[in-house]
């Protein structure tokens, strides 16, 4: 595949990760705004996860006799639209809409931009290909989501929702005049999406995206708020903390497909389970220096994002034939994850504080580790590969 094509993909999941994920550090000066509390600020992760939770599997389905560059090129197209109206708006409940319309737009960006890269590579390349087409997010983390905090804390919190339009809006069109026509994916409509929901060992594995994110959210949604109540951090402190969980995401990136290749897909994701339980609970638990809170939060993040890529290897190797609407499933269940995550987080920090983000992750991650051998045991009573 032209390395220009992944560069591209990778480009527009940095938009979708920028703007998806950029309010976890606007979530003290929106709450400020409109006069929020944490927790209820934290809805605009919450409400935009569980919008593309449940839009993602359905659209792909929907448009998938569609030209997969036109489709990507509408989805920017939304997107950008939505953060224009979030920008915009004049109240909580109108913002919380605008990041509605931003997920459905997003719903059709990554799982489209994963499918097109799966397509377009040849099969002993599609581990590195996803992994490329992936980076974009990984990018975001590291270099979009602190620039939204800053942006949010120095100029204000609609700058950052304008800089995410003037950059989705443009990315559109150059998504539909430079993909290439007629990319071969298998077609796939609402049959293979009810197939897939009827299949319980896919819909297990699917649950391991929605419990291990779920860990990751419970503290991530509350990441800004944490650093100001237990570590006095400000806008800079804030934002140089987002700056390095996204270097850990970039690294475990980096180190997913390494680990992957020598472990398998079901292996490596046991270890990151378990690695993130025992990472969160010194996070949240211990009185830790800076340096030291700094250090916790790359390996968190590392082990986090180091996820995406086994699990893709491990859903096409499941179902091969339905790889397009397990991926959009896939999409929709780390949005249902950070929805997971970030309401359990909230409901754990308005009762409990600050110390329970970390237990109430760590709960999660466990459960998540616990579903893996339960698939296997499904998956060979039907006959199929883990």
Known sequence: MPGGILALLAAANFVAGMGALGVVGLVGPVGLAFDRPPSEAGWMMSLYALVYAVAAPGLVSLTGGLDRARVLSIGLCLFGGGALAAGLAQGFVPLLAARATMAVGGALITPVAASIGVALSPPERRGRALALVFSGLTLAQALGVPACAWLGYALGWRVAFFVVAALALPLAALVAWSL????????????????????????????????????????????????????????????????????????????????????GPVRTLALLGLLQALILLPLTLLALPVPMLFLGVVLWSMVGWAFGVPQQLRLAALAPAMTPVLFALNAACIYAGASLGGIAGGLALDRYGTAALGPTGALLSLIAVASLPLVARLGRSRGTRR
């Open 180 to 263: 290439p026509r007629g990319i071969a994916v298998p077609r796939v409509g609402l049959r293979t999406l009810g197939a897939a929901l009827a299949t319980p060992h896919l819909l297990l594995a699917l649950g391991f995206t929605v419990l291990f994110l779920g860990g990751a959210y419970a503290f991530h949604t509350f990441l800004g708020p944490y650093a100001e109540a237990r570590h006095g951090l400000a806008r800079d402190g804030v934002t140089a903390l987002l700056f390095a969980a996204g270097l850990g995401a970039v690294l475990g990136n980096l180190l997913a497909g390494w680990l992957a290749d020598r472990l």
